[in-house]
């Protein structure tokens, strides 16, 4: 498992073997992220392909067990917990399962009407 930075090209989400066609289902800003589940807990919730409208993918790759020793297991440790309270407090305000390997995400919120005052 490997947490990635995407340096260059597109990358695709690939979830149950279908491709994710929503705003999530692409990954195309130079510095976007992903694979911080493997990273933190060992688990995946997609899968991430280089996008065939791509000429060339350039990924920076972080190891898990290179991280693991890096920060060490108290701080991960510390992080995992963090972040299973952070989905906690969004699960209760949202009413939603936002855990990722369920394979849920919150909507944003778009206003019916906006008003100026």
Do not use: W
């Not at 491709?19 to 997609?46: C, P, Y």
């Not at 890096?70 to 936002?98: F, H, M, P, Y």
Request: hydrophobic share 30%.
């Amino acid at each position: 498992m490997c947490y990635y930075i995407l340096k260059e090209g597109e990358c695709i989400v690939v979830k149950d073997g279908k491709t994710v066609h929503d705003v999530h289902g692409r990954i195309h800003a130079k510095g976007s992220t992903f694979g911080e589940n493997g990273l933190l807990f060992g688990t995946r919730s997609a899968s991430i392909v280089a996008s065939p409208k791509t000429k060339k993918t350039v990924l920076y790759c972080l190891d898990r067990n290179i991280f693991r020793e890096c920060v060490g297991d108290d701080e991960i440790t510390k992080l995992q917990e963090k972040i299973k309270r952070i989905q906690s407090v969004l699960d209760t305000l949202s009413g939603a399962d936002t855990k990722m390997r369920k394979g849920t995400i919150i909507k944003p919120y778009k206003p019916e009407s906006v008003r100026v005052v």
